[in-house]
DNA sequence: GTCCAGGGAATCA
DNA sequence: TGATTCCATGGA
């Protein structure tokens, strides 16, 4: 099935900078203007001619039709945010953001599978963005549900329950490393928990609750707050790159290590307000892309 | 061979 | 509470 949509500012809405800004693992680049991922029961494939947008989406899910595609694409990409409000805010911190935004202006912060984001992240502990995505592929190759597109087969993010067969061991294999316990213990753990009530909570009761799983800690928590359907913008999570920009901009410290944690979150607190993870999103993209 | 990656848990002071 | 150390893996 396809959905057109009519972006207003098309500076709002880039693919390259929406996919390749760190925030998702499974959305690859088929050629200039095309981008295709697995999300929910879909493969979707994007392309952007300046204002238009076209999804096309293949399922393998008998009820689905066209009107719940629609609205799945909607809430994934965030469609009915007004992200130029946003800039112009965080444009006015200083002239460090209002660069960082130029550079990335096309960002917008997904709403992904709350289950998948959690998963995604424990796998991203002391690991790197190309390994992270292989890893993630081939768990969806293992424990994911098949769907062919275009004659070449793609695969679902695996249900709890699917994944819920998997041993320690199985998990290793796919080259999980020591993270395939924090994977097997979260997953356990998640059988006996409602995740779709978190969203009524408050975000530090959510905090709270993420921390309580193996391999989430508060950086992690802070990911799937930020990435996920949960999408609370105001949250900053603080991984290797941020904590070195954040000093080289806004501390000069000589020695990184003597910077905590405390100092640049309130640093960022103070300038980005509610705002502050939308604002750590463009500065990272920023930094790793130059 | 060494260093590093969108860190967390265990241990020890 | 705060600092160290260990944890797999693969690419540079």
Redesign the pocket.
């Known amino acids: 099935m396809t959905y057109k949509y009519e972006i207003k500012n098309q500076d709002s809405f880039k693919l390259k900078d929406i996919f390749d ?3 998702c693992f499974r959305w690859n680049q088929m050629n200039d203007d095309t981008y295709q991922g697995v999300i929910f029961s879909y493969v979707v494939n994007v392309t952007q001619h300046n204002n238009n947008i076209t999804f096309k989406g293949v399922t393998n899910c008998k009820n689905e039709d066209q009107k719940s595609f629609k609205t799945m694409i909607k809430d994934y990409f965030d469609l009915d945010t007004n992200y130029e409000e946003y800039k112009n805010k965080l444009s006015q911190v200083d002239q460090n953001m209002k660069d960082a935004i130029s550079f990335g202006s096309g960002i917008r912060i997904l709403r992904q599978d709350l289950f998948e984001t959690i998963i995604s ?2 796998i ?9 995505k ?1 890893i993630i592929e081939r768990m969806c190759e293992a424990y994911g549900d098949e769907i062919n597109y275009d004659g070449k087969m793609y695969y679902t993010f695996p249900t709890i329950e699917k994944l819920s067969c998997a041993s320690e061991s199985d998990l ?1 294999k796919l ?6 316990k ?1 994977i097997f213990n979260t997953v356990k753990k998640l059988q006996q928990i409602e995740i779709n009530e978190f969203k009524n909570k408050s975000t530090e009761e959510i905090s709270q609750l993420l ?1 309580t ?9 802070n ?1 799937i707050l930020l990435f996920s359907s949960l999408h609370r913008l105001d949250v900053f ?6 904590r ?1 920009l954040m000093n080289g901009l806004y501390f000069h410290k000589e020695n990184e ?1 003597d910077l ?1 944690n405390k100092e640049i979150m309130k640093v960022a607190d103070d300038k980005f307000g509610k705002l502050k993870g939308l604002a ?2 463009y500065l ?2 920023q930094i ?1 892309e130059q």
């Open positions: 800004c760190g925030q992240f424990i991203s502990a002391n690991n790197n963005i190309p390994r992270i292989k290793r080259g999980m490393g020591f993270r395939d924090y921390q799983l193996d391999g989430i800690a508060e950086k992690v928590s990911f999570p603080i991984d290797v790159w941020v070195r290590k905590k750590q999103q990272f993209y790793r």
